[in-house]
């Protein structure tokens, strides 16, 4: 006869699988004191964890974000080159479609204004400087010169 082997028993989980995040060092810092912080004041008869309290902070907010956390999440994470590319993509679908859509609209629809146009104006540079440069007559020192003029005056 053949010997049949008992499975070993599978955990069940609590619930759905789990959904692992990063946190960077100060968020990380936060959630170790606000821990801390429970954890001292219940003196052993609540234990947390991280996940506890952040899954609690979670489940605690409101549904939806708030105006105000929308833009607060635009303005640390918006990238233009990023935006840019999207832009063009969408103009492209839209082309391709056959439809008509242009930057401006797209731009419109973000609320943003297209940068005023500057004129670059010229320092005034320390004498020394002036030297140098008719001493030093690169273009690659003047195309510096100038990009360093441009920069600080943006």
Do not use: C, Y
Not at 48 to 66: C, E, Q, V
Not at 139 to 150: E, I, R, V
């Amino acid at each position: 006869m053949e010997q049949i082997k008992k499975a070993k028993p599978v955990k069940e989980s609590k619930g759905e699988p789990t959904e692992r995040l990063t946190l960077q060092k100060p968020e990380q810092a936060k959630l170790e004191r606000w821990l801390d912080e429970l954890n001292s004041k219940f003196d052993g008869m609540i234990r947390l964890t991280k996940s506890d309290l952040a899954n609690f902070l979670i489940r605690h907010h409101p549904a939806h974000l708030d105006a105000e956390e929308v833009a607060l999440i635009e303005a640390e994470h918006f990238d233009e080159v990023r935006w840019i590319n999207w832009a063009l993509a969408k103009i492209r679908e839209a082309k391709k479609q056959g439809q008509s859509l242009t930057l401006d609209e797209l731009m419109a629809q973000r609320k943003v204004q297209a940068p005023p146009t500057k004129k670059i104006r010229r320092k005034s540079a320390p004498e020394s400087a002036h030297n140098e440069t008719s001493l030093n007559s690169s273009p690659s020192l003047d195309l510096a010169h100038n990009t360093s003029t441009t920069e600080e005056e943006s």
